[in-house]
């Protein structure tokens, strides 16, 4: 065996075990081809884009693409799933700002923006402002099962936020120094994005959603506000962890219903991984908040929150393992969620 024959089956190892038992000889043999004959003495090496090729592989493999087991299968569903939620979650808060928006311009009050009117500043809050309101776009984009817009208009929807996590925490120094709030909103911001990056990938092709689900968030948002706006209006200023079931409160509540669905039903277990991340994802965010709040009822409140995220989680976590297929088996390209592989 030569050497270069050998460094290839090296990089060969990425990819899953049975996949390579079924095809590495015969991507050996192609590689191989491709290179000539090249002797031990010139110290070949696979080249970039033959590494790059096969990593994609291995990914969109082990993300239900063609070729992929049927636990590999569960996984890339559960990956997609977190991309809807996610960006379901970021449209909810897109269509709650435009709502701010059209309530500012129907009583004449003034927008949320920074700046001076006819600034820079105020211009960038602006382009600030519309590039959230991308991920309304991205969000029903991927519902509809146009992946390249959804993928272009997310990245466009968290950028102001990544940007203005980044630059405090690079400029600042080390993370020691900075509030666990930044790293953890930063993968609050970028994990739906990510899942959408990864998880739809060539070998998927989504499902187009009815409209009734695509616009689910202009609902929710709906019901947001108006919760929000009807706590506002009684005041209990003597309950102050009312508040915090409003906003990000009202989707831990969201998500803790929709996580006792899916294990009493015992949906299947991409459901419940997927349930299972977003439920962590929450904890993350939620979490840091008992280092701010003094001990008294809010911070009991805050303890309860975490508790039933956490409790959840694990339940989740435990029922979406027991489900998955074995690590082994043939390829199974069917019974995923709204997508198919070709």
Excluded at 108 to 119: C, E, F, H, I, K
Excluded at 139 to 155: D, Q, S, Y
């Amino acid at each position: 065996m030569s050497l270069l024959e050998q460094r290839y089956r090296s990089v060969l190892r990425l990819l899953p075990a049975y996949y390579r038992a079924e095809r590495e000889e015969e991507m050996v043999d192609a590689f191989m081809e491709l290179s000539g004959e090249v002797p031990d003495e010139a110290n070949p090496q696979p080249r970039w884009g033959e590494i790059a090729s096969v990593l994609s592989l291995s990914l969109r493999v082990r993300l239900g693409g063609a070729g992929a087991s049927p636990r590999f299968v569960a996984w890339g569903e559960a990956v997609r799933l977190v991309a809807l939620l996610g960006l379901g979650y970021q449209a909810v808060g897109s269509v709650n700002q435009l709502l701010h928006w059209g309530y500012a311009l129907a009583f004449g009050t003034d927008v949320a923006l920074t700046g001076l009117p006819g600034s820079v500043e105020r211009l960038v809050s602006i382009v600030v402002s519309a590039a959230g309101l991308c991920s309304v776009v991205a969000f029903v984009a991927i519902m509809r099962g146009h992946v390249r817009t959804a993928k272009v208009t997310a990245m466009i929807g968290v950028s102001p936020t990544l940007i203005y996590t980044l630059i405090p925490m690079i400029l600042a120094g080390p993370l020691t120094d900075r509030p666990l709030s930044e790293p953890a909103t930063l993968v609050f911001t970028a994990a739906p994005v990510i899942a959408l990056l990864m998880g739809f990938h060539s070998d998927i092709t989504p499902r187009r959603r009815s409209w009734a689900a695509t616009l689910s968030p202009a609902a929710a948002g709906l019901a947001v506000l108006g919760g929000t706006w009807l706590v506002v209006a009684l005041r209990p200023y003597n309950l102050d962890w009312l508040y915090l079931w409003l906003g990000f409160g009202t989707t831990i509540l969201v998500w803790a219903a929709g996580a006792v669905v899916v294990l009493a039903r015992r949906s299947s277990p991409s459901w419940a991984l997927a349930m299972t991340a977003t439920g962590l994802l929450l904890l993350t965010v939620r979490l840091p908040l008992l280092g701010n709040l003094p001990e008294g009822a809010s911070w009991t409140m805050v303890c309860a929150q975490c508790a039933v995220l956490w409790a959840l989680s694990t339940a989740l976590a435990w029922t979406g393992a027991r489900g998955l297929p074995g690590a082994s088996g043939t390829a199974a390209l069917t019974s995923k969620v709204g997508e198919r592989a070709e």
